[in-house]
């Protein structure tokens, strides 16, 4: 098993993606993004130096109130580039336009 691919990595890079609103930059009807439940797989390891910088496709739900009526979730979806220290902290991520990075 990859580095990125541990169960307590794919936990603290989720816990950064939500803590630094980059699952927020993904909702589409300014709902609030659900942590609980969401998913993430990285792949296209790149090391810069020590580091390894890796493309991560994240998946969780929103919840959109409409009034009065009963809130609902949406499944929603994006993609983000990081930089993985060698313990497996996150020390950056950033959004890219496809081709753009």
């Given at each position: 098993?990859?580095?990125?691919?541990?169960?307590?990595?794919?936990?603290?890079?989720?816990?950064?993606?939500?803590?630094?609103?980059?699952?927020?930059?993904?909702?589409?009807?300014?709902?609030?993004?659900?942590?609980?439940g969401?998913?993430?797989?990285?792949?296209?390891?790149?090391?810069v130096?020590?580091?390894?910088?890796?493309?991560?496709?994240?998946?969780?739900?929103?919840?959109?109130?409409?009034?009065?009526?009963a809130a609902?979730?949406l499944?929603?979806?994006?993609?983000?580039?990081?930089?993985?220290?060698?313990?497996?902290?996150?020390?950056?991520?950033?959004l890219?336009?496809?081709?753009?990075?």
């Open positions: 098993m990859e580095m990125w691919e541990d169960p307590v990595v794919l936990d603290r890079i989720l816990d950064y993606l939500d803590t630094h609103q980059f699952l927020a930059s993904f909702t589409s009807l300014g709902g609030l993004p659900l942590r609980e969401a998913h993430c797989h990285c792949s296209e390891p790149r090391r130096g020590d580091d390894l910088d890796l493309r991560c496709e994240v998946s969780f739900e929103e919840l959109v109130g409409y009034g009065a009526a609902q979730r499944r929603q979806s994006g993609e983000v580039h990081l930089r993985l220290d060698a313990a497996g902290q996150v020390k950056d991520a950033w890219c336009r496809p081709d753009s990075c």
